[in-house]
């Protein structure tokens, strides 16, 4: 009889990432990890506020801005900008998120002079072109009709403008065909000095350059922009509205999507590692969690289903959801209802912790195997106001949640389970 293989023990290590600050003089901060080995540069960068500073009847307002400003900066127009990019390699672009406003830069070293003056001159001197302006908000609107009848996108336009009534986190990033279609020029120029301010300004730079030089360059790229006054953080999360209610929008599709949502933890609540290892157990876990075995495998309900914890900068959720035939919507959200009940009442096992955390600290290197990824794991860190030293830390929290940890934090989330639901199709007997 063979014995039975001994359970490895977990390393606990974090990467072994060393990450200097450098302040300009200009007082602008930075994050560097200086890898000389790869002629490479990669700059990940975010300034607070993103979508959620669209006004009020202008939705999309920073998304189509993410989308001009390399369209044209400086004396170059367009086509010149984007030809001197590719003309070097280089990489660049901006995206608008719900809670910022992401920038990054990608470049060999050998062409950082290009790259960061073309970076400077787009976060400067955008020139909002008539033309560039036309196409680029035809590009999106073409992309929102395209979604209209989406059952994916219509869902989560749908369950947070339930969620959040009359805050910005009701609107749609990206904004609705009608907001888009009214934006001009002046108004995203006027705009633009609101969302790329200094205040609550976060960067990150790796690989192929000196804390020296990166100090030189910091004032260059953002020391002429407004300084700004940072945002408060709330006090207390913001609550979620209509929870205990299910929503459906009528479509003739031959599958129900559904999506819900319950409250969550911020990313520094003291609870929040644990919950990290809950949510892995309840739905966090591809191929392995709770929710994947009742719903998929052992009824074969759906193909996926998944939950994840989402803290945002004034709220926080557990999000989840799946797809299924219409008349298998109410047995699918039923099972999801008595698997969160069933982890709050008895708690996971032993076992379903120990593979959860197994899995939470050995995959985290994967998030380290490139620049880019490290300039984006950094700048997340940054973002939720952690500090480097948490790369150290990290693998140690995890490992020391035990079982009784886990359990209390089931009972705390789950333990009145009430859920905002939105669907889209035609279910049967889901209200």
């Known amino acids: ?165 009359g805050h910005p986190y009701s609107r749609p990033e990206k904004g609705d065909i009608d907001s888009v279609s009214k934006l001009e020029a002046p108004a995203l120029k006027a705009l633009r000095p609101t969302l790329l301010d200094r205040a609550g300004l976060k960067v990150v730079v790796v690989g192929d350059i000196s804390a020296a030089e990166l100090a030189g360059r910091l004032d260059a790229l953002f020391g002429d922009l407004p300084r700004g006054e940072a945002r408060a953080r709330p006090a207390q999360p913001l609550p979620i509205q209509g929870l205990g209610q299910t929503h459906v929008i009528d479509l003739d599709v031959p599958q129900t999507v559904l999506r819900f949502v319950a409250p969550g933890l911020m990313w520094d609540d003291p609870d929040f590692m644990t919950a990290s290892v809950l949510n892995h157990i309840l739905g966090g876990s591809a191929f392995t969690s709770r929710l994947f075995m009742e719903v998929r495998e052992k009824r074969g309900l759906a ?49 379903e912790v120990e593979e959860a955390k197994r899995y939470i600290i050995g995959s985290y290197p994967l998030r380290f195997d490139t620049s880019p990824k490290i300039a984006g794991e950094l700048l997340a860190l940054a973002l939720r106001g952690d500090t480097p030293d948490f790369l150290a830390r990290r693998n140690g929290l995890f490992a020391a949640v035990t079982l009784a940890d886990v359990k209390r934090v089931a009972q705390r989330l789950f333990g009145k389970p009430e859920l905002l639901v939105q669907a889209v199709g035609k279910p049967v007997a889901l209200v």
């Not at 996926?304 to 008349?327: F, I, Q």
Request: include cysteine; glycine fraction near 8%.
């Open 1 to 165: 009889m063979n014995a039975p293989i001994p359970t490895p023990k977990l390393n606990t290590a974090g990467p072994a990432i060393a990450v200097q600050t450098v302040r300009s003089p200009g007082g602008i901060e930075a994050w560097l990890v200086e890898e000389h080995s790869l002629p490479l540069i990669a700059v990940d960068f975010a300034f607070d506020g993103g979508a959620s500073r669209d006004p009020e009847n202008a939705a999309g307002s920073a998304y189509l801005i993410s989308g001009l400003l390399d369209e044209g900066a400086g004396d170059l127009d367009a086509e010149a900008f984007q030809g001197r990019m590719a003309d070097h390699a280089i990489s660049l672009g901006f995206e608008a998120r719900r809670d910022d406003f992401h920038g990054y830069l990608q470049t060999l070293s050998t062409h950082r002079d290009t790259a960061f003056d073309l970076l400077g001159l787009a976060l400067n001197k955008p020139r909002f072109d008539a033309d560039a302006v036309g196409r680029v908000r035809a590009q999106v609107i073409a992309g929102l009709q395209r979604q209209a009848r989406n059952p994916e996108v219509m869902c989560r336009n749908a369950l947070y403008a339930a969620a959040f009534p």
């Open 303 to 351: 193909y996926g289903v998944s939950s994840s914890l989402m803290p945002m900068r004034e709220s926080a959720m557990l999000v989840g959801g799946t797809a299924t035939r219409n008349d298998r919507a109410a047995e699918s959200m039923k099972v999801i209802r008595e698997e969160m009940l069933k982890l709050a009442e008895n708690g996971p096992t032993e076992h």
